[in-house]
């Protein structure tokens, strides 16, 4: 009776030590690059400057957006001219 309650616990304890040795975990590391290159997005939306009468003096103004969106470091020149 010894003998069957001996063999239970040693094959308890085999057991439990193989069930730890399936549970451990592998670690490994590996390099990642990439290359970003510089790049901009212009977003509008509509300017309306309403009526215009062709006789009229003086400016006609009107108001409107322009966002800019670049990649970090990277410059750019907004030039707004009368289009001739």
């Given at each position: 009776?010894?003998?069957?309650?001996?063999s239970i616990i040693t094959?308890?304890?085999?057991?439990?030590?193989?069930?730890e040795?399936?549970?451990s975990g592998v670690n490994g590391s590996f390099q990642v690059s990439a290359t970003v290159s510089a790049s901009c997005s212009v977003s509008t939306n509509d300017l309306n400057f309403g009526n215009y009468n062709s006789g009229q003096n003086g400016d006609l103004d009107a108001t409107g957006q322009l966002g800019v969106a670049c990649t970090n470091d990277t410059s750019y020149t907004i030039d707004v001219g009368t289009g001739l």
């Amino acid at each position: 009776m010894l003998n069957k309650y001996l063999s239970i616990i040693t094959l308890s304890i085999v057991l439990c030590a193989f069930s730890e040795a399936q549970a451990s975990g592998v670690n490994g590391s590996f390099q990642v690059s990439a290359t970003v290159s510089a790049s901009c997005s212009v977003s509008t939306n509509d300017l309306n400057f309403g009526n215009y009468n062709s006789g009229q003096n003086g400016d006609l103004d009107a108001t409107g957006q322009l966002g800019v969106a670049c990649t970090n470091d990277t410059s750019y020149t907004i030039d707004v001219g009368t289009g001739l």
